[in-house]
């Protein structure tokens, strides 16, 4: 007959058993806290994805500008002087800045008495009137006057009177020949006229040739009536040559690779690459003329680690730069 263990082994035994017990359920129990991986039953219904700024493309309209500098000057004007020597102002009756109407007595001449010693001089003197008016020759303002009581005026010598007719004043601007080609009558225009003032404008004439020197031509642009405007101030202009309305993103979103031009879209939480056309570009926005449509969510930012079927969570920009810019 076998003898039966000793009372402390099977003391031992049962000890070792209930320490196996409790190390298997604190597994179960550590087993439990730990977060599922993603893809498992109790994830599939989370959406899962790289974080990515987008944007939503929109409409905007772009203006290709031409960037001038010029001159004010007037449309038209007309010049007032005496043609006969032998005179001196008498009275001057109107002055720079004035508005004129037409045949509005401007300054009066006096003739000078004859010289003494010359032959057929006194005989030829008396023949020509005693004092002459000098009147405006069209409606206008005086934009220059050398009329001066007491002094001798010349045929030769610089006109009495300057009229800007209607006292329309307008800008005299030099376009690169590069750019000539591209402005119109009736393009619209922003005139800087000094610092913090500007002024709407319209392409009114454009120059037919361009100097073959300095390859510049003359554009005019009619601004406003404005009583303070005087010609020969230094002025800047900007030409919208060009304007076009069409789907738009900012410049960041776009990426120019030997292989063309692109931008990548989420479309159901997945990167898409779509090949477009650019048009025009402003400061922060770029036209897309092909290959996008308005309410697209587009990748803020071209040419990153992102690629088509990569998975994403698109993010709105809140950057300012980022918002379209509006007209």
Do not use: W
């Not at 944007?55 to 449309?75: E, I, Y």
């Not at 003494?116 to 220059?144: D, E, H, M, N, T």
């Not at 591209?182 to 392409?203: F, H, L, M, T």
């Not at 642009?221 to 009583?227: F, S, V």
């Amino acid at each position: 007959m076998t003898p039966s263990p000793p009372f402390n082994s099977r003391l031992i035994l049962i000890f070792m058993s209930a320490a196996i017990s409790m190390s298997a359920i604190a597994a179960r129990g550590d087993a439990a806290e730990e977060p599922e991986p993603e893809g498992t039953q109790a994830g599939a219904g989370k959406t899962a994805g790289t974080p990515v700024i987008v944007f939503q493309a929109g409409s905007f309209c772009f203006s290709d500008a031409v960037r001038v500098t010029g001159f004010l000057a007037p449309r038209a004007d007309a010049v007032v002087t005496l043609t006969l020597d032998n005179y001196q102002v008498a009275d001057v009756l109107a002055a720079d800045n004035d508005v004129v109407a037409e045949g509005q007595a401007l300054a009066r001449l006096a003739r000078i008495g004859a010289e003494p010693g010359r032959p057929g001089q006194a005989s030829a003197a008396a023949a020509l009137p005693a004092s002459i008016v000098l009147r405006a020759p069209a409606a206008g303002k005086i934009i220059q006057s050398t009329a001066i009581a007491g002094a001798v005026s010349s045929s030769r010598g610089e006109p009495l009177f300057r009229l800007a007719i209607d006292g329309l004043i307008e800008v005299d601007a030099e376009v690169s020949s590069i750019y000539l080609s591209e402005i119109k009558p009736e393009q619209s225009a922003r005139v800087e006229i000094e610092p913090g003032r500007e002024v709407d404008g319209r392409v009114r004439k454009v120059a037919a040739q361009v100097d073959p020197v300095t390859q510049m031509g003359h554009v005019r642009i009619a601004i406003d009536r404005d009583a303070a405007e005087r010609p020969g101030r230094f002025v800047r202009a900007t030409i919208n040559a060009r304007q076009s309305c069409g789907v738009a993103v900012p410049r960041s979103a776009v990426l120019y690779t030997k292989d063309g031009t692109s931008v990548q879209v989420v479309r159901g939480h997945h990167i898409e690459t779509l090949r477009v056309r650019v048009g025009l570009r402003s400061d922060h926005d770029a036209e897309i003329k092909e290959g996008l449509r308005v309410g697209e969510l587009v990748v803020a930012h071209a040419g990153g680690s992102l690629r088509d079927g990569d998975q994403v969570s698109p993010v709105f920009s809140d950057d300012p730069a980022q918002r379209l810019e509006r007209p």
